[in-house]
């Protein structure tokens, strides 16, 4: 009994090639020049908030509404924060990315079906 694909050749992708595309790289280096910046922020907000907890505990503890004190809303703006930078990329991933992405996809498969 012959297995699936017995007898045929598969076709084989040169990962690296790609790897090393004009176009490929170029989709790298677009992606990484907005989530570097956005990771760097992220991280320094982050920093803030923490170090503020840990330094400047007279601020975080005053209370502003109620109980509810500086540290309670920069935890909040913490997770408010991470939701906005997640929502900006996936509607920059969308517009910038992902076409871009799709057209490599596009062309690979395209060359694949031409080499069969």
């Not at 690296?16 to 280096?29: G, P, V, Y």
């Amino acid at each position: 009994m012959e297995g699936i694909g017995a007898g045929a050749s598969t076709p084989r992708i040169d990962y690296l090639a790609i790897e090393n595309s004009r176009e490929f790289r170029r989709l790298r280096r677009t992606q990484r020049r907005f989530v570097l910046p956005m990771v760097i922020i992220g991280l320094i907000w982050y920093i803030v908030y923490v170090l503020a907890a840990s330094w400047a505990t007279g601020f975080m503890s005053t209370k502003v509404i109620g109980n509810v004190n500086w540290a309670v809303l920069f935890g909040l703006a913490q997770i408010v924060t991470t939701f906005v930078i997640t929502q900006v990329y996936v509607s920059y991933a969308g517009r910038r990315l992902d076409p871009e992405a799709t057209r490599i996809r596009n062309k690979i498969e395209a060359e694949l079906e031409a080499s069969q």
